[in-house]
Structure formats: structure tokens, C-alpha cells
């Protein structure tokens, strides 16, 4: 009886130990079950992407010209000012105008008095004829007159010809516009020596501009791909970064590939309306394309091992593989791809550099920021 009584005060105590030790046990498991990371995960999200390429630009005018002396001579007159827009035809300088116009008036005296000389010769030729008729003179003097007749008329056709060169270097001596534009600067003033072909000013008609730049080969047969084989949007940025307001658009490609920089030539056509671009203004050509239906991935969920790119893609156990994936674009913080995994693929979206491969992780879905990258610039 008091051996029973004695095992029962034993057990007691001893059952309050075990339970308070299985209880501690239970809320370290717990404790440990909730300080265990999960992962956010998701799939490969498809939309729309905006792909633009950026192409320094040399900026020119539709319509550029030199303006230069075509002979030596002495700059007897400017006709207009530096930045002064001039029409098609009108004088701008005046080179050697005044002997010229001397050397047409000699000239066209010379044709006069050839054309009058002939028709004195014509009226003898018809007084010699009337003569010839009646016998009173012999035939060999009447062709003679004939023969007159035909140099007079050869004399008369060299000085209309004399006059007409003459015209056409007083002509030459004016240097009028070649289009409506405006004039640049203007180094040589009136009264200065002149050199043949030097360089007089420049005019330029600046309400269409063009942009010369070059794409590599194989951008170039990516642009093919697209319909029309031309960019949905070209666009000018300027040299202080912001965008040129006007839309422009390709008018002309090269024919051939520079082997020396394996690149094509492309020129943009934008109008200029309002004159805010000038020739030889600096920019950058940027092509818009639009990739429809695209897989994106944040680059945040990816890490590079020797130039590779990779994600850890899970399998049906959550058990992440790193996963090599291809890199069709990247757009602002995100990689538009073409392969590795697919739209039904998930992936662990944030904190990849704690994950080992074949090392099952706890899972979370991706909250709808993480998982989806900033919008593409468009």
C-alpha cells in the first residue's frame, strides 16, 4: 500500500515533465516551420512589348546648296544679307558683271552691223539679177553676189551666236538663288578678289529635314521580319535628350553592306515646320517596333554564369533547376525571350543568389509588382 502510494507520487511529476517537454518540442518545430523562407514564383508573363533602337543621326536639310564664284573676278555687289530667305531665281552677288555686260553690247553691235551688211547684199543681189536677165552683166557676177549672199548670212548666224555667249556670261556674272531658302553666312564682302569656285555663302530650305544613319546587318534583317520591312514609329531625339515633336519616317536604304563596318545605310525623312531643327544639326534616330505576344521576365530573376543567362525554373515538387533561357531583347529592367522556358513555366522571381539547384524551397505566388516588369518605353 505505501509502495503504490509512492509510485503514484513518482508519476505524477514525471508526466508533467513529458508533457512540458513534447509541448516545447511542438513550438520549436512550429517556430523552426515558420522561420523557413519561401520564394516568390511565377510564370512568364505575354504581352505587348515596344522595342526601340537608338542610331546617331547626321542631320541635313532636304535642300542644301553651296553657292561659289564660276570665275575669278572682283565681288562688285551682295545683293542680300546673312539669314535673309531669298526666292528661287533672285540675285544674291554680282562678279565681273560690268565688263561682261560691256563685251554684250560689243556684241550685239557686231550682230547689228552684220545684219545690215547682209541686207545690202541682199538688194544688190536682186539689182544683179534684175541685170543678169536683160544680159548686161555676165553670169559670173551674179555668183558672186550669190556667193556674198552666203558668207554675209554665215557672218550674220557667228554674230547672233558672239551675242548669245556674251548674254550668257552676263547671265553667269549674276548669282541668283537656286530655290527658295535662307542664306547662311556671307565671308567675303563687295569689292573683294574672287577665286574661281571659291565659296560665296550656302542657302538652305530647311522645311524638310533628313537624317542619315546606319544600322548593323543583323538588325537590319531583323527589321525585314517586320511588316512592311519598316519600323511601326521613327522619331528624333535631340541633342538635349528630349524628343523631336514631328513623326518621321524611312524613305531610303542603302543598296549595299560597308564591309569595312558591316552596316547598311537608312535616311528619315521628318518635316520641320516650325524651322527647330537646322543643317547639321546633331540626334539620334529611334525606331520603334512593337513585339506582340511577347514572354518577359524581370532581369532581377535572372543571374549570368560565363556569359550565360539563367532562371530557376521549379519542377512539379517545387524543386528549382537552373534553366538557360534565350534572350531575345532586353526592355528597361526586363528580358523579352525566345526560349528555356515557357508561358505554363514557373520561376522564382525574387532572391535567386539563396537558392540551391535541387534544393526544394517553400513557394508563395509573386505579388502582381514583383512579378511584372516595369511597362517598356513606347
Same mark, same amino acid.
Do not use: W
Given at each position: 500500500?505505501?509502495?503504490?502510494?509512492?509510485?503514484?507520487?513518482?508519476?505524477?511529476?514525471?508526466?508533467?515533465?513529458?508533457?512540458?517537454?513534447?509541448?516545447?518540442?511542438?513550438?520549436?518545430?512550429?517556430?523552426?516551420?515558420?522561420?523557413?523562407?519561401?520564394?516568390?514564383?511565377?510564370?512568364?508573363?505575354?504581352?505587348?512589348?515596344?522595342?526601340?533602337?537608338?542610331?546617331?543621326?547626321?542631320?541635313?536639310?532636304?535642300?542644301?546648296?553651296?553657292?561659289?564664284?564660276?570665275?575669278?573676278?572682283?565681288?562688285?555687289?551682295?545683293?542680300?544679307?546673312?539669314?535673309?530667305?531669298?526666292?528661287?531665281?533672285?540675285?544674291?552677288?554680282?562678279?565681273?558683271?560690268?565688263?561682261?555686260?560691256?563685251?554684250?553690247?560689243?556684241?550685239?553691235?557686231?550682230?547689228?552691223?552684220?545684219?545690215?551688211?547682209?541686207?545690202?547684199?541682199?538688194?544688190?543681189?536682186?539689182?544683179?539679177?534684175?541685170?543678169?536677165?536683160?544680159?548686161?552683166?555676165?553670169?559670173?557676177?551674179?555668183?558672186?553676189?550669190?556667193?556674198?549672199?552666203?558668207?554675209?548670212?554665215?557672218?550674220?548666224?557667228?554674230?547672233?551666236?558672239?551675242?548669245?555667249?556674251?548674254?550668257?556670261?552676263?547671265?553667269?556674272?549674276?548669282?541668283?538663288?537656286?530655290?527658295?531658302?535662307?542664306?547662311?553666312?556671307?565671308?567675303?564682302?563687295?569689292?573683294?578678289?574672287?577665286?574661281?569656285?571659291?565659296?560665296?555663302?550656302?542657302?538652305?530650305?530647311?522645311?524638310?529635314?533628313?537624317?542619315?544613319?546606319?544600322?548593323?546587318?543583323?538588325?537590319?534583317?531583323?527589321?525585314?521580319?517586320?511588316?512592311?520591312?519598316?519600323?511601326?514609329?521613327?522619331?528624333?531625339?535631340?541633342?538635349?535628350?528630349?524628343?523631336?515633336?514631328?513623326?518621321?519616317?524611312? =524613305?531610303?536604304?542603302?543598296? /549595299?553592306?560597308? !564591309?569595312? $563596318?558591316? #552596316?547598311? @545605310?537608312?535616311? +528619315?525623312?521628318?518635316?520641320?515646320?516650325?524651322?527647330?531643327?537646322?543643317?547639321?544639326?546633331?540626334?539620334?534616330?529611334?525606331?520603334?517596333?512593337?513585339?506582340?505576344?511577347?514572354?518577359?521576365?524581370?532581369?532581377?530573376?535572372?543571374?549570368?554564369?560565363?556569359?550565360?543567362?539563367?532562371?530557376?525554373?521549379?519542377?512539379?515538387?517545387?524543386?528549382?533547376?537552373?534553366?538557360?533561357?534565350?534572350?531575345?531583347?532586353?526592355?528597361?529592367?526586363?528580358?523579352?525571350?525566345?526560349?528555356?522556358?515557357?508561358?505554363?513555366?514557373?520561376?522564382?522571381?525574387?532572391?535567386?543568389?539563396?537558392?540551391? =539547384?535541387?534544393?526544394?524551397? /517553400?513557394?508563395? !505566388?509573386? $505579388?502582381? #509588382?514583383? @512579378?511584372?516588369? +516595369?511597362?517598356?518605353?513606347?
Amino acid at each position: 500500500m505505501q509502495l503504490e502510494t509512492h509510485m503514484r507520487r513518482i508519476a505524477v511529476p514525471l508526466f508533467i515533465v513529458l508533457s512540458i517537454s513534447c509541448s516545447g518540442a511542438e513550438e520549436r518545430g512550429a517556430e523552426a516551420a515558420s522561420l523557413t523562407p519561401s520564394f516568390p514564383v511565377a510564370s512568364p508573363q505575354t504581352r505587348d512589348v515596344v522595342i526601340e533602337r537608338e542610331y546617331v543621326a547626321d542631320v541635313r536639310a532636304a535642300k542644301h546648296a553651296e553657292i561659289r564664284a564660276r570665275f575669278r573676278g572682283t565681288l562688285e555687289s551682295v545683293a542680300i544679307d546673312e539669314g535673309q530667305p531669298v526666292k528661287a531665281g533672285q540675285t544674291l552677288f554680282t562678279i565681273g558683271a560690268r565688263v561682261r555686260e560691256q563685251e554684250l553690247e560689243v556684241a550685239r553691235a557686231a550682230k547689228m552691223g552684220a545684219e545690215a551688211e547682209l541686207q545690202a547684199a541682199e538688194l544688190e543681189l536682186k539689182n544683179t539679177q534684175l541685170l543678169a536677165d536683160k544680159n548686161v552683166v555676165s553670169t559670173a557676177e551674179l555668183s558672186r553676189a550669190q556667193s556674198k549672199i552666203k558668207l554675209l548670212r554665215a557672218k550674220v548666224e557667228e554674230a547672233k551666236a558672239a551675242a548669245g555667249r556674251a548674254g550668257v556670261e552676263v547671265d553667269r556674272a549674276r548669282i541668283r538663288a537656286p530655290f527658295d531658302g535662307v542664306v547662311d553666312r556671307i565671308p567675303r564682302k563687295a569689292g573683294s578678289a574672287i577665286g574661281e569656285d571659291e565659296l560665296l555663302t550656302t542657302v538652305t530650305d530647311a522645311r524638310e529635314i533628313l537624317a542619315y544613319f546606319a544600322i548593323a546587318e543583323r538588325e537590319y534583317l531583323e527589321l525585314l521580319k517586320q511588316p512592311g520591312s519598316k519600323p511601326e514609329r521613327v522619331t528624333l531625339k535631340l541633342a538635349d535628350g528630349s524628343t523631336f515633336a514631328e513623326v518621321g519616317q524611312i =524613305d531610303a536604304i542603302g543598296s /549595299e553592306i560597308d !564591309a569595312d $563596318t558591316g #552596316t547598311i @545605310a537608312y535616311r +528619315a525623312r521628318f518635316p520641320n515646320r516650325d524651322g527647330l531643327l537646322k543643317h547639321g544639326s546633331s540626334g539620334k534616330v529611334v525606331l520603334s517596333t512593337t513585339l506582340r505576344g511577347a514572354l518577359v521576365v524581370p532581369q532581377k530573376s535572372t543571374f549570368e554564369v560565363q556569359g550565360i543567362v539563367y532562371v530557376f525554373a521549379l519542377d512539379a515538387q517545387n524543386v528549382p533547376h537552373a534553366r538557360k533561357i534565350e534572350i531575345q531583347e532586353r526592355v528597361d529592367d526586363a528580358y523579352v525571350i525566345s526560349g528555356g522556358i515557357g508561358a505554363k513555366d514557373r520561376f522564382v522571381v525574387e532572391g535567386v543568389q539563396k537558392i540551391k =539547384d535541387g534544393v526544394r524551397i /517553400e513557394v508563395r !505566388a509573386a $505579388t502582381a #509588382t514583383a @512579378a511584372t516588369p +516595369a511597362p517598356s518605353r513606347g
